[in-house]
Nanobody
């Protein structure tokens, strides 16, 4: 059974860092593009970052450029989202999603497989 599991969320002060992990089971991530999305209370789900299958093109939404870095370790069947200089507006539930579509799809409806989400709260 194809499954994605996010981890690494938590409470952090503004300016702090977190690294989210998206671990896959039941399938090999090598051929999938992976996206990170987030949804804050009362807001629509937003595409944050995505990474293609090899050779690894990436996309970042403007609000996280220079602060977030997406990467993948196919030997561990895991994709990471390193989040630095976190801001209160980054507070949301973060989801990873997988698709066999090529490139770096930004729209959430391009992703058929989703994890359950992990909460990130940035607050002093």
């Amino acid at each position: 059974q194809l499954q994605l599991v996010e981890s690494g969320g938590g409470l952090v002060q503004p300016g702090g860092s977190l690294r989210l992990s998206c671990a896959a089971s039941g399938f090999t991530l090598d051929y999938y593009s992976i996206g990170w999305f987030r949804q804050a209370p009362g807001k629509e789900r937003e595409g944050v970052s995505c990474i293609s299958s090899t050779p690894g093109s990436t996309y970042y939404t403007d609000s996280v450029k220079g602060r977030f870095t997406i990467s993948r370790d196919n030997t561990k069947n895991t994709v990471y989202l390193q989040m630095n200089n976190l801001k209160p507006e980054d507070t949301a539930v973060y989801y990873c999603a997988a698709t066999l579509r090529a490139g770096v799809p930004v729209r959430s409806d391009r992703y058929p497989y989703w994890g359950q989400g992990t909460q990130v709260t940035v607050s002093s």
